[in-house]
């Protein structure tokens, strides 16, 4: 069982940044791919990044170029940069690790935060 744990959430104006952070314990972190994915209130779970074994990232077209997911093994810790936010970005962000699946989608996810709360005013 992985614990994973979200911070860094908040307010923001549009067009304002905030970093999440999601760390985990124990010392298999560098053997997880992991995610981020928010919900809004009433909608679905939608994955906006993912990171690989070996570092490549993927996004959703909706945070492109806004957004960046990095991982620092050091710190069992992985981060979603998010600049130029949206009032649209507005949603719970969770963060999830896989061992082995690692499709994009929330159905490939094992392991999942409690989730950090964006919240980006007009």
């Known amino acids: 069982q992985v614990q994973l744990m979200e911070s860094g959430g908040g307010s923001v104006q549009a067009g304002g940044s905030l970093r999440l952070s999601c760390t985990a314990p124990?010392?298999?972190?560098?053997?997880?791919?992991m995610g981020w994915f928010r919900q809004a209130p009433g909608k679905e779970r939608d994955q906006v990044a993912r990171?690989?074994?070996?570092?490549?990232?993927a996004y959703a077209d909706s945070v492109m170029g806004r957004f960046t997911i990095s991982k620092d093994n050091t710190k069992n810790t992985l981060y979603l940069q998010m600049n130029s936010l949206k009032p649209e970005d507005s949603a719970m962000y969770f963060c999830?690790?896989?061992?082995?699946?690692?499709?994009w989608g929330p159905g490939a996810w094992s392991y999942w935060g409690q989730g950090a709360q964006v919240t980006v005013s007009s």
């Open positions: 999830a690790a896989d061992l082995s699946s690692c499709y």
């Open positions: 124990g010392n298999t972190f560098s053997r997880y791919c």
């Open positions: 990171i690989l074994h070996d570092g490549s990232t």
